[in-house]
């Protein structure tokens, strides 16, 4: 009974999510990323379809909104709508900070491309000098 709700609950959010990417895309229109030559009227809307594409996409690929896989997140193409590439959508995706590693994180502010080292770790420690005194 669950599973039977939560498909009906699913659908339900995937086709409002599709209807509402529909009327932003007959508002402003096809994505576009790159605003070369546009009025400063076109690119407010530009940035604006950008911004409004971002957020239903986190909301289209939110697990706990509409399960991936479903035959309710097939009909919620946004690329399909919006005549955006793959590019255009991992440029625009937003990405929840609950979902990354800690770790992974702090490595990629360090700029190093993995963990820090056993030097690293014991040269940040608060007390020690560069010499481990």
């Known amino acids: 009974m669950v599973n039977v709700i939560w498909c009906d609950v699913s659908s339900q959010v995937a086709e409002a999510l599709k209807e509402r990417a529909q009327r932003i895309y ?40 509409v399960a991936q896989g479903s035959e309710a997140f097939k009909t919620t193409d946004l690329r399909m709508i919006f005549g955006a590439t793959d590019e255009d959508m991992e440029k625009l995706r937003i990405v929840s900070l609950y979902d990354i590693d800690i770790e992974h994180l702090d490595a990629m502010m360090r700029g190093a491309p993995g963990r820090a080292t056993a030097d690293e770790q014991e040269g940040d420690q608060p007390g020690k000098d560069h010499e481990g005194r």
């Open 26 to 65: 007959d508002k402003y229109g096809t994505l576009m990323l790159n605003t070369d030559g546009m009025t400063a009227e076109g690119i407010e809307r530009k940035a604006t379809c950008r911004a409004l594409f971002s957020k239903l996409l986190y909301l289209t690929e939110y697990e706990p909104l």
